[in-house]
DNA sequence: ACCTTTATGCAACAGTGTTGCAAATATTAA
DNA sequence: TTAATATTTGCAACACTGTTGCATAAAGGT
């Protein structure tokens, strides 16, 4: 990102405001799904905790995180690569979730082959959700 | 499934409860995903919600449902195949979730294809949610 | 039928997500 | 720069979700 989280946010029709860019740096910085409590505890009484769950709404509106869908208690958020909202914006998502510490990361570089669905379902987007474990955390 | 709830609860190595034969015919009667708040209203007071949690949660651990991972509050829960349980054990699930009415339904008979992952992640298992519009919402 | 183990209901609680409103901040126009 | 307008924030209250301890009830084995 060669651009300013304040210009990136104007790019994406948001005004520049200390609550976004407090968001914004702290996904760039963790490089990973983050869920609102995680986000929550990173930034202390920096920002209001309903104030949080705003602006992540307007991040998803705005192109700027999609949602990770995650089977524990809450969604994560994970921001939009490049590929994301560009040209014919990319609704595939691949991630990967480790089992023991239980991060969540995007695998941009991870292409999801097209699967073969039932006639009567008309499919839009595909979310890939891997799990094991990370370099980190491998047995 | 040949066998009776009770039967199949047993061969779990669950005791026969009149929790349990609901929340199973349940899953039967509605084939499809059911989170924890939906099985709570179609069950009424038949069931207790604190109750209806520690099902889910032995239903889960004897590998009668499997978790699906869910982008709305709550997660949701869906009965394991015959493919799920049985020889090597399958841990590759595709769902497909409804952007109009939200149901999603599993898809068992989708072959998910292997993906090449980074060889630093130990992959051990996928989820694949697709989305879009069911036969009966479909535009 | 009795005994042991496990499940249930109830109640209380912590965490998650939502909303209304007044005050503060950002943007636009003068 | 200032004033006017639109948007965002913090706060507080609330509803929903998920967890736990404990007494009671039910299940399975003897």
């Known amino acids: 990102?060669?651009?300013?989280?304040?210009?990136?946010?104007?790019?994406h029709g948001l005004r520049k405001t200390l609550g976004r860019?407090?968001?914004l740096t702290t996904f760039l910085d963790q490089?990973?799904?983050?869920?609102?409590g995680?986000?929550?505890?990173?930034?202390?009484?920096q920002l209001n905790r309903a104030s949080l769950y705003r602006v992540l709404?307007?991040?998803e509106e705005s192109g700027i995180v999609h949602r990770?869908?995650?089977?524990?208690?809450?969604?994560?958020y994970a921001l939009c690569s490049g590929a994301c909202s560009s040209e014919q914006h990319h609704d595939n998502h691949v991630h990967f979730k480790c089992n023991h510490c239980g991060?969540?990361?995007?695998l941009p570089e991870v292409k999801l082959p097209k699967v073969k669905t039932p006639d009567?379902?008309?499919?839009?987007s595909a979310e890939l959700l891997l799990r094991g474990y990370c370099r980190h955390c491998a047995a």
Chains 1, 2 share one sequence.
């Open 103 to 106: 991060e969540t990361q995007c």
């Open 1 to 11: 990102m060669t651009e300013t989280p304040a210009q990136y946010l104007h790019h």
């Open 120 to 124: 009567s379902l008309k499919v839009e």
């Open 31 to 36: 490089s990973r799904a983050l869920s609102h």
């Open 21 to 23: 860019e407090l968001v």
């Open 38 to 45: 995680e986000l929550n505890t990173l930034l202390g009484d």
């Open 68 to 76: 990770v869908p995650d089977d524990e208690v809450s969604v994560k």
């Open 57 to 59: 709404q307007s991040f």
